[in-house]
């Protein structure tokens, strides 16, 4: 039997030092293909069209995620690491964030389940949203009671949130112009007592509002 084909993997970064990093360690995993190592918005765009990458890192400073999501995977590369930042990158499209400063293994990891079709999350990443979880303010029961309080709209407007859905998803998926959709996700944080969008997601999901 054949071996299955390498993953095709770019890796688009401003940093050339952690350019250069991610590319060697990928470049010496097996079943792993460096197709491209960029460090600007036109060569990203450019290799994206040409190489065809089963994967792409991404410098998100480099070119918006919604043009390249979900096919090929966008896994977010930032230094940044709180809830908020993972869940709007999640948001937006990307099949994973991992931070710059991840181990071999773990990078490997990563993109060897983008490749595969699943959503990651570095255990950084995983730890944050924990954290998260537990800073929820109020007893459980007074939490998920806030829920209720939401008009059918909101709680609309909350699922997309917690089934990390950018506005624009979610204006396209209700009918909303994309005003709308932004005064109305601010009214649903404001209501539920959260401090921001993350935390709302959250609570959808706890109420089991979505998965």
Do not use: Y
Request: glycine share 8%; net charge positive; charged share 25%.
């Amino acid at each position: 039997m054949l071996p299955p084909p390498p993953v095709r993997v770019m890796v688009a970064e401003r940093d050339p030092g952690v350019r250069d990093r991610l590319s060697g360690i990928l470049a010496e995993a097996d079943g792993i293909e460096v197709v491209g190592s960029v460090g600007d918005a036109t060569a990203t765009r450019a290799t994206l069209r040409r190489r065809l990458p089963d994967v792409v890192l991404l410098d998100p400073r480099l070119a918006p995620l919604d043009p390249v999501s979900r096919r090929p995977a966008v896994v977010v590369l930032a230094t940044f690491d709180s809830e908020a930042g993972i869940l709007r990158a999640l948001g937006d499209g990307a099949a994973g964030f991992l931070l710059r400063s991840a181990r071999r293994n773990e990078l490997i990891k990563v993109v060897r389940l983008a490749a595969d079709g699943h959503v990651v999350l570095s255990p950084d990443a995983s730890r944050r949203l924990v954290s998260a979880a537990t800073r929820l303010s109020g007893p459980r029961d007074e939490r998920l009671a806030r829920v209720d309080l939401l008009s059918e709209r909101e709680r609309e407007v909350l699922v997309g949130i917690g089934s990390a859905l950018t506005n624009v998803e979610i204006a396209t998926r209700l009918e909303l112009p994309g005003p709308v959709v932004r005064a109305l996700v601010a009214q649903v944080v404001r209501k539920l007592g959260c401090a921001h969008r993350t935390e709302a997601g959250l609570l959808a999901i706890e109420r089991g509002l979505c998965r």
